[in-house]
């Protein structure tokens, strides 16, 4: 199973909107409604930030959202603060009947 | 609070075995399956292995299974990885991970593979 596919890095200013994609296939982003996000600081742990392709945890702010179309899941971080910048991750089951996997990107470094 | 902690990591010889456990508190244990998650230094996320509530499901990354075994224990609150035949590419720092999403997770272990 390859890794789904995000930009190694995207950056925006303080107040701006920016979008991270993560690309997989039909049997892992676009066959389930199972793509969670995670942020991760250096030299932390990861934090789930939406799960289930749109949904977001309590305690999580209201400026992270979650979007799918089709093998594309979308991370959407409206205005952006300094303290966004991190590593994201996303995620996605990719079994079947007979087997079981979970893959993750490779990551987006986000440069606020 | 939840809280997951990780420990059993060090330095082990290319061959080697090493034995990861994670104590789990602040959640009823029993009732949610578990991960294992892994990061290379300077690198990604990716997912080793997953054990069900009951230890009746377990599951494991191609590039460990037959060499790694997952368990646990309800009755301690435990969660264990045992990695054997090590190799230089299963460096990286290891976290236990509750499912369903891998939320929350633990401070993560480090394991080094070097001779």
């Known amino acids: 199973q390859s890794a789904l596919t995000q930009p190694a890095s995207v950056s925006g200013s303080p107040g701006q909107t920016i979008t991270i994609s993560c690309t997989g296939t039909?049997?892992?982003?676009?066959?389930?409604?199972?793509v969670s996000w995670y942020q991760q600081y250096p030299g932390t742990a990861p934090k789930l930030l939406i799960y289930?392709?749109?949904k977001r945890p309590s305690g999580v702010s209201d400026r992270f959202s979650g979007s799918k179309s089709g093998n594309t899941a979308s991370l959407t971080i409206s205005g952006l603060q300094i303290e966004d910048e991190a590593d994201y991750y996303c995620?996605?089951?990719?079994?079947?009947?007979?087997?079981?996997?979970?893959?993750f990107g490779g990551g987006t470094k986000l440069t606020v | 609070e939840m809280q997951l902690v990780e420990s059993g990591g060090g330095l082990v010889k290319p061959g080697g075995s090493l034995r990861l456990s994670c104590v789990v508190s602040?959640?009823?244990?029993?009732?949610?399956?578990m991960n294992w998650v892994r990061q290379a230094p300077g690198k990604g996320l990716q997912w080793v292995s997953f054990?069900?509530?009951?230890?009746?499901?377990?599951y494991y990354a191609d590039s460990v299974r037959g060499r790694f075994t997952i368990s646990r224990d309800n009755a301690r609150n435990s969660v264990f990885l045992q990695m054997n035949s090590l190799r230089a590419e299963d460096m990286a720092v290891y976290y236990c991970?509750?499912?369903?999403?891998?939320?929350?997770w633990g401070q993560g272990t480090l394991v080094t593979v070097s001779s």
């Open positions: 991970a509750r499912s369903n999403y891998f939320d929350p």
């Open positions: 602040g959640f009823n244990f029993s009732t949610y399956s």
């Open positions: 054990i069900s509530s009951s230890s009746k499901y377990i």
């Open positions: 039909s049997s892992d982003v676009g066959g389930y409604k199972v």
């Open positions: 289930e392709d749109t």
């Open positions: 995620c996605s089951y990719a079994g079947s009947t007979t087997f079981f996997h979970v893959i």
